[in-house]
């Protein structure tokens, strides 16, 4: 089974940073994209980075300067560091990875509030 483990969520004031990880573990198939959606209360889940396993990366014009998406390929770990933090940040960052043979897989999601 695939899973995938997130952690570095937390409590930080604006202009402070923060990183997140999720690290994936039970399968033989490699990760071909890994990336970061947020969801904050009442709205839609979108898109805040992605990154190929060649390192190819895609941002949401709301965090590009601000957040740096990485990972190691070796640990099938993905990374986020968030940096320059604003309330309109505060969302819950779900990992989610895509295999090469096309399954898709989800994270149990990691609370990242700012405050003002």
């Known amino acids: 089974q695939v899973q995938l483990v997130e952690s570095g969520g937390g409590l930080v004031q604006a202009g402070g940073s923060l990183r997140l990880s999720c690290a994936a573990s039970?399968?033989?198939?490699?990760?071909?994209?890994m990336g970061w959606f947020r969801q904050a209360p009442g709205k839609q889940r979108d898109l805040v980075a992605t990154?190929?396993?060649?390192?190819?990366?895609n941002y949401a014009d709301s965090v590009k300067g601000r957040f740096t998406i990485s990972r190691d390929n070796a640990k099938d770990t993905v990374y986020l560091q968030m940096n320059y933090l604003k309330p309109e940040d505060t969302a819950v960052y779900y990992c989610?990875?895509?295999?090469?043979?096309?399954?898709?897989?989800w994270g149990q999601g990691t609370q990242v509030t700012v405050s003002a």
């Open positions: 989610r990875v895509i295999q090469n043979i096309g399954s898709v897989y």
């Open positions: 990154i190929t396993r060649g390192g190819v990366t």
């Open positions: 039970g399968s033989i198939f490699s990760f071909t994209v």
